[in-house]
């Protein structure tokens, strides 16, 4: 089992690093001292550098990691804040000063929790870093978002390759002359290509990055199958998460309700989100009017004029949506169902015949994980969410989450040390 060395500058980070190992069956533990590191697993070392001056950072990272036996470990990991606040460079100097490594591979994106870089500059939100609160940090200001500019600055240009998202997706070729690499990254799955293009490599690797990079070097193990949302609610904040999630790279199938209920056939419906699962993607089904307010003011037309009232609509649209929900779960065994809408979360649960739920724990504000007990899907979890709350993100973390708690024990790697 591959053994990480994580450094972060603060005690969060250190945590939120490390539960990504956890989650996949890795023991891991926090250390605010380098002579506590216990041997044969998984350290992380909280230098609670966050807040200090950069030649404090310097050398308090630098004494520590002194101490430690550096080569004992698989994996250098610096981990970073993804709104790019501390001491980033001189940290990155002091670690490459005890590990003398020939490539730094710097990803601070974070996408689950949006935070991308696009056109070399860091995004929250869609919005450029230094137009955000953070820019503003009281102690640790932003002073630059660029992501190349950062790495140029402090590495020389001559020493530094940036990757756009179309030489990332192209699997352009690694200049193995530079020795930085920088990129944009859209989604998870690009932080998975980053990992991909080192996958061998020879030679010292520093991989630099959020808690999202340290994901994408844990290759998703095989037993692990991906998870259903299901997706009946057509407010507002629902759109959002629809609409962030598929910008991240979530398969989604978007189902016309007039047309599936005038045809009474939903099987094409069904092998599209068979295909997608068997092939390791989570997916998601969605109401059309879920996702285009277009769409919300056609279906109701349609059914208008069918003759339908309000109501008689709003209960086909949750039976054709379970309808389909039961058929794909049936033929494919999913690691867990994600249910936005409360009437579409008794439509599924009523049309598989289960007795009821056992709440196991709330996964976020407003958000439990429940287990369905009795009927077709007896044993599997659950989460559901009402459809007019939460933040962007909140659909693309539930399925992850219920992704996790699917796993078996193992793990595997994408890449490992040369």
């Known amino acids: ?205 520093l991989w630099v990055g959020s808690s999202g990079l340290i994901e994408g070097m844990v290759k998703k193990n095989k037993s692990s199958a991906p998870a259903i949302a299901l997706v009946g609610s057509v407010s507002n904040k629902t759109r959002k998460q629809i609409l962030y999630a598929k910008e991240n790279g979530l398969e989604i199938i978007s189902l016309p309700i007039y047309e599936i209920y005038k045809s009474e056939d939903y099987s094409s419906y069904v092998d599209q989100a068979l295909h997608v699962l068997k092939s390791g993607k989570n997916l998601a089904l969605v109401s059309s009017a879920s996702l285009e307010r277009a769409n919300l003011k056609k279906t109701r037309m349609q059914f208008k004029v069918a003759g339908f009232s309000k109501s008689e609509m709003e209960e086909i649209v949750q039976r054709t949506l379970a309808g389909i929900c039961r058929r794909v779960v049936k033929k494919f065994p999913v690691s867990g169902l994600f249910v936005t809408g409360g009437a579409t979360a008794q439509n599924i649960l009523r049309m598989v015949k289960a007795q009821g739920t056992v709440i196991k724990e709330e996964v976020a504000l407003g958000m439990p994980l429940l287990t369905i007990t009795g009927g077709e899907f007896d044993g599997i979890n659950m989460i559901s969410k009402a459809g007019a709350f939460g933040d962007p993100s909140l659909i693309m973390f539930g399925l992850n989450k219920l992704r996790t708690l699917g796993k078996k024990k193992g793990m595997s790697w994408n890449c490992r040390k040369a």
């Open 1 to 205: 089992m591959s053994k990480f060395l994580i450094i972060a500058d603060d005690f969060t980070g250190a945590n939120d690093t490390g539960v990504k190992l956890t989650e996949e069956g890795m023991p891991v533990n926090v250390f605010f001292s380098a002579f506590n590191i216990v041997p044969n697993i998984s350290c992380v070392l909280d230098t609670e550098t966050r807040n200090d001056s950069e030649k404090a950072a310097y050398e308090k990272v630098k004494t520590i990691l002194n101490s430690v036996d550096i080569n004992q470990f698989d994996f250098i990991y610096k981990k970073i804040d993804s709104t790019l606040r501390g001491n980033i460079i001189p940290e990155i100097k002091a670690i490459s000063e005890c590990f003398l490594p020939d490539y730094i591979v710097f990803a601070p994106a974070l996408p689950a929790l949006g935070r991308q870089v696009m056109n070399k500059r860091l995004l929250v939100n869609g919005i450029e870093l230094k137009k955000t609160e953070f820019a503003h940090d009281p102690i640790k200001p932003v002073k630059i978002d660029n992501i190349e500019s950062i790495l140029t600055k402090y590495f020389g240009a001559n020493n530094v390759q940036y990757y756009s998202l179309r030489d990332l997706r192209n699997n352009l070729e690694l200049d193995l002359s530079k020795k930085c690499f920088g990129f944009d990254t859209e989604n998870d799955d690009d932080l998975g290509h980053i990992t991909t293009l080192f996958h061998n490599l020879r030679g010292k690797i």
